[in-house]
């Protein structure tokens, strides 16, 4: 019943930037933590930044300092600031959603990052 769509992906030189969002539809009320994972090829799922209701943040060491995470409400989005892109940052990157102590994921959209 919850649809998580992320877009923004897409090719992009070292050093540039982008901006991804993800959109929450269906039967919702209230959303816990939104966060953004990431997962390149041959490599584990990690956590790239997280965000609650009220605002308060995370992210993972490898991002810090270059990403931002913020969201709003009232839109069921969240969005990821990336900056810096470097290489190492090209993976699919997945929107989540916690609602209800239930995780929900969205489709997944590329990010290549080129040298």
């Known amino acids: 019943q919850v649809q998580l769509v992320e877009s923004g992906g897409g090719l992009v030189q070292a050093g540039g930037s982008l901006r991804l969002s993800c959109a929450a539809s269906?039967?919702?009320?209230?959303?816990?933590?939104m966060g953004w994972y990431r997962q390149a090829p041959g490599k584990q799922r990690e956590l790239v930044a997280a965000?609650?209701?009220?605002?308060?943040?995370n992210y993972g060491d490898s991002v810090k300092g270059r990403f931002a995470i913020s969201r709003d409400n009232a839109k069921n989005t969240v969005y990821l600031q990336m900056n810096s892109l470097k290489p190492e940052d090209t993976a699919v990157y997945y929107c989540?959603?916690?609602?209800?102590?239930?995780?929900?994921w969205g489709q997944g959209t590329q990010v290549t990052v080129s040298s």
């Open positions: 989540n959603a916690e609602i209800k102590v239930r995780m929900y």
């Open positions: 965000i609650t209701s009220g605002g308060s943040t």
């Open positions: 269906g039967s919702i009320f209230a959303i816990n933590t």
